[in-house]
């Protein structure tokens, strides 16, 4: 007997302890994903003789004999063809990691269950959508819609990879079969801080199938940052592929090369390392201090590190105003800390890298990465290589959320391939991607903030320490940017901050969704909130007051960057929702007795790209056939920006999105292109498309008009051909004309982010809180976004309520545990509690109406910034419900009922 896989027998028997997951996809069905290896994402669920399965749990050799069906197979299942199709008419998914697998177990459901959703998908996992298109999927509720040609801006349009995600033909980054493989496997370090004085492989090289065993002694000597920026030298030049240091639990060691994983895992346990320990400090205040050891006191100047010696990665000073006079002319002060904890990014795809060689030698890396250019530019530089030897390609992305805008795997996986000059591959873990990649920064903020009784502030202090962990990647940029719009968006006479980002022995810290501003806002929000309910005025109203105005200046204690303006204002549009909101009568519905009841809001401003530039490009061809292919660099991690390009591009060419094809993500298909990180892919990317498909036009009907005598008079191009001054011009004989002419019907745009534009969110709760418990009820959610011209209203929506569902994750109880050594204690989805279905509320989304000069048909950024003031409208709304100000983050059960009771030894007032 053998086991058949939608309808197919296989020819290769199970291994003896293979998991289903990993046998299905060595046949080649790589519909089914790998996402936690512990079966609580529900990414690989397959049904075995009809029944929904999590198939890495289950055991390979008990499906054979039995019939297999996967997302590949689905459509031939009753319910399974129309299921799909309900996912592609509601946009059910938006990286499309999770998507085959939600999908395996919809068609399962039975009525009573699909009357239950929060419990039928309690194992299935969704990080980016907040699950509401998902709800409509499987209620059959359709959202997309179609668009005449030259009229898609603004219009409801589906991705064009939706049919390739709900049939499993979608291809990530380990999606593919690549002959003569070999697998890497990481040693790493079992302890916080100490310099390695010995390794000794050889039992792992013992082990058949092991091809190598790679050192610091193998390694290049070069520093690097792990985190990519257009300016490499925005980040501390701190980190080494393999390093004789170790400086957290968890760093690798060595890395082990092998004919199969198995082997490559059995290698790691068999390397002995000899240590030498060396003192360690993971509390960020304890590292600053002068007896604390220096984790990287060997680095001089060119590393970038502001203080080695004092472990200070980078810090900020400065002053606008007159601070002390400020806080004199205040008729009252509010000074408080506020914490905020390790959070993971938790995209269901892992950190993989690929590396194989072309035929003519070229070395080829497929990685899930945000960055394929600057990650091509940093393995250059590392390992001295010409950079036109490096091609770096991304496929389909699953999630990032900033995580992959570092450089995690791919150095080391371009070391094994290089010396063994074998095809490798190293894809973590899930236990890997908490103990071993990077996290959001926690910060300590600590607020002063003074105002006067007409309802005006007199002066704002920060002091913010943020713990980077044990190497600097993203370390002064988070902090800066944390430190900038939070303060700038308020019209405060004086304001002063000093900050720090530290060095600790623990896992890294990056970029992680609002860069910083989440951490500054969660405190500077609450901070002003109390100071208002002190004042005896209306936080809302308060909060009105003091923003900036349309024209005002951006100013802040670091200065005022001369690319950063105002140049189109709707936070007096998103203010008016959240007091609309709030005016509305409380019912009370939802709330059980008992429960105590509040409101809050906070308002958040994030630039529309990172300073110093950001590059976009973009190129535009029309096809033999009378299409265009478009190609960009930016990629697709279902942030949408696929989907926006074709449509900015139709729009311009008096097309329909269906009749363009787009490449992307690629080092092969256009000129530099920085990467899809700071909310750029509409903004910068989007340009550079815009800018693309223009110049195309003209060309086109230059080519047209040179067909025709009477000129160019009148001309405009339709989907299928050019209109005007006579018969209609194919666009397939255009393409004939234009090679006739030796004239390529190809056009190329190019944005530099040179100039910046800001956004607006307000975030707006009602709650209700059991005394008893702690437990905390949504009742309603409210988000108001000034998005500039939103080109897809549906997609718009679906960024916010995912932004707005991972704050709430990291409000009420995602946080990355360690130990007294700096050791991740939180290695699975099933010690994080990352959101469910059920754990998400539904949220009201309204947009601005505005028009941003800089952004593409007047579009801004959103794609970042929902997140920035969740954590900070549930604070406030707490605060209204039981009179206590929660400082530290997050809200969990067990510390609300503390707090509320008196537990945790601090005063509850009356």
Known sequence: MSVRVNGQPCAVAPAGGQCLRGYLREQGWFGVKKGCDTGDCGACTVHVDGVPVHSCLYPAVRAVGREVTTIEGVAAVPGGAETQQRFLDAQGFQCGFCTAGLIMTAVALDEAQRADLPAALKGNLCRCTGYRSIADALHGVRTTEDAPAGETVGRNLPAPAGPDIVTGAARFTADVSVPGLAHVRLVRSTVPHARIVGIDASAALAVPGVLAVLTHRDAPAALFSTAQHENAADDPADTRVLDDVVRHVGQRVAAVVAETEAAAEQGCALVRVDYRALPAVTDPERAMRADAPAIHGDKDARSRIARPAGNVAAELHGECGDVAAGFAAADVVYEETFRTQRVQHAHLETHCAIVSFDPDGRIVVRSSTQTPFLTRRALAGIFDLPSERIRVVAGRVGGGFGGKQEMLVEDVAL???????????????????????????????????????????????????????????????????????????????????????????????????????????????????????????????????????????????????????????????????????????????????????????????????????????????????????????????????????????????????????????????????????????????????????????????????????????????????????????????????????????????????????????????????????????????VHAADAGTVLNPMQCRAQVEGGVAQALGATLAEHVRLDAEGRVTTTGFRDYHLPTFADVPRTEVHFARTADPLGPAGAKSMSESPFNPVAAAMANALRDATGVRFTDLPFTRDRVWQRLSGQDGRRVPP
């Open 415 to 781: 070391l094994a391939a290089l010396r063994t000059g074998r095809p490798v591959k190293l894809e973590f873990t899930r236990a890997e991607q908490f103990t071993a990649a990077t996290t959001r920064h926690p910060f300590t903020v600590r607020v002063r903030v003074g105002g006067r009784r007409d309802g005006t502030l007199t002066a704002l202090r920060l002091r913010v320490v943020s713990d980077t962990g044990a190497y600097g990647n993203h370390g002064p940029g988070v902090l800066f940017h944390g430190c900038a719009e939070s303060v700038a968006v308020y019209r405060c006479p004086a304001k002063r901050i000093d900050a720090y980002a530290v060095y600790t022995n623990t896992v890294p810290a990056g970029a992680f969704r609002g860069y910083g501003l989440g951490q500054v806002s969660f405190a500077v929000e609450s901070a002003v909130d109390e100071l208002a309910r002190r004042l005896g005025v209306a936080p809302e109203e308060f909060r009105a007051r003091n923003v900036v105005r349309d024209g005002d200046d951006l100013i802040t204690p670091a200065g005022h960057p001369d690319d950063l303006a105002i140049r189109s204002y709707g936070l007096d549009q998103c203010l008016d929702v959240v007091r609309s909101a709030a005016a509305q009568p409380d019912t009370g519905a939802g709330a059980p007795a008992g429960w105590q009841v509040g409101e809050g809001s906070a308002l958040a401003m994030i630039a529309t790209g990172p300073p110093g530039g950001h590059h976009g490009r973009a190129r535009l061809s029309l096809t033999p056939i009378g299409g265009y292919q478009l190609d960009v660099g930016t990629a697709e991690f279902g942030n949408g920006s696929t989907t926006v390009h074709r449509q900015i591009a139709a729009d311009v060419l008096g097309t329909t999105v269906d009749r363009i094809r787009v490449r992307q993500s690629d080092t092969a298909l256009v000129g530099h292109d920085t990467g899809a990180f700071a909310s750029t892919a509409t903004t910068v990317a989007g340009t550079a498309v815009l800018r693309a498909a223009t110049a195309l036009r003209a060309l086109l009907l230059d080519l047209a008009a040179g067909a025709r005598p009477g000129g160019p008079g009148g001309l405009r191009l339709g989907p299928d051909a050019v209109h005007g001054g006579g018969e209609p011009l194919p666009l397939a004989d255009l393409h004939r004309l234009a090679a006739a002419r030796g004239v390529p019907p190809t056009a190329t745009g190019h944005a530099d982010g040179a100039e910046r534009s800001v956004a607006f969110n307000v975030h707006w709760f009602r709650v209700a809180v059991d005394p008893e418990t702690g437990e905390i009820r949504v009742l309603r959610s």
